[in-house]
């Protein structure tokens, strides 16, 4: 029976082996041929570029080119921490890139699926400097760096996003309500899977029609912490995975 697999919030870095090495197994173990893998933004903790030559950027690019080899359908989208990856990677992996905001059935419900960092309205200071992030000027300008700059600037960025969070209210990052039920009624769905907040739950939302709308939080990956949610076609559960 074919599967659907959703997994966010990886934040695969070098420094992180044994998440890194959990990633691996559970990429060339669990999905099977005819499968999909839903990668919901955040798989890197910093993605500095398509042309990165890094040991990180090997071992994601070869695990998800034997994964597709194998028959495995692989869809990723961006994060906010990843937010450089293009075309020349899919290419690589085998691999197809969503956009922002994508819809498909799952559990027989049809479903958007998002990163969710857009959901998070409150955050004025970030969504701000999203759209600079995402700004074609900006990526242009960026990927013409060479490659040491660029690990020079992804480490500062990772330092002081560490330090800006710190320092914010705990509601500030997470979602906001009257948002998702834009989302939901703009897209006319009532199930959304998203990642992101690393408040993994399921959330009830009633919607202006009074109807009744389900969100399902992805968990952050941990070595010792990480779970897939899989969809056989009729009920979406989740599956904790075994370190390595």
């Not at 029976?1 to 990886?10: H, Y």
């Not at 690393?198 to 959330?203: G, L, Q, Y």
Request: charged content about 30%.
């Amino acid at each position: 029976m074919q599967k659907q697999w959703f997994i966010s919030d990886l934040h695969l870095a070098i420094e992180r082996p044994k998440t890194l090495a959990l990633f691996e197994h559970f990429v060339a173990i669990y999905p099977q041929p005819g499968d999909r893998l839903f990668i919901l933004g955040d798989l890197f903790d910093a993605w500095i570029g398509d042309d990165d030559d890094a040991e990180l950027a090997r071992r994601v690019r070869q695990a998800l080119r034997e994964a597709s080899r194998r028959g495995v359908r692989v869809l990723i989208q961006r994060g906010n921490r990843d937010f450089l990856m293009g075309r020349r990677l899919m290419r690589d992996c085998g691999a197809t890139l969503l956009g922002d905001r994508h819809i498909t059935e799952v559990a027989g419900q049809r479903t958007l699926l998002m990163h969710g960092d857009l959901l998070c309205t409150d955050d004025v200071d970030y969504q701000r400097a999203r759209r600079r992030f995402r700004n074609p000027l900006f990526q242009w300008l960026m990927l013409r760096k060479p490659l040491a700059d660029r690990r020079r600037i992804a480490a500062d960025y990772r330092r002081r996003s560490g330090e800006m969070t710190a320092m914010k209210a705990a509601d500030i990052m997470d979602v906001n309500d009257d948002t998702v039920a834009r989302y939901l009624q703009r897209h006319r769905v009532r199930q959304l899977i998203h990642g992101h907040t690393h408040r993994p739950a399921t959330h009830e939302h009633r919607l202006a029609d009074g109807s009744l709308a389900t969100r399902l939080v992805l968990p952050e990956w941990h070595a010792k912490n990480a779970v897939a949610w899989v969809d056989d076609g009729t009920t979406l559960d989740p599956l904790v995975l075994a370190p390595r």
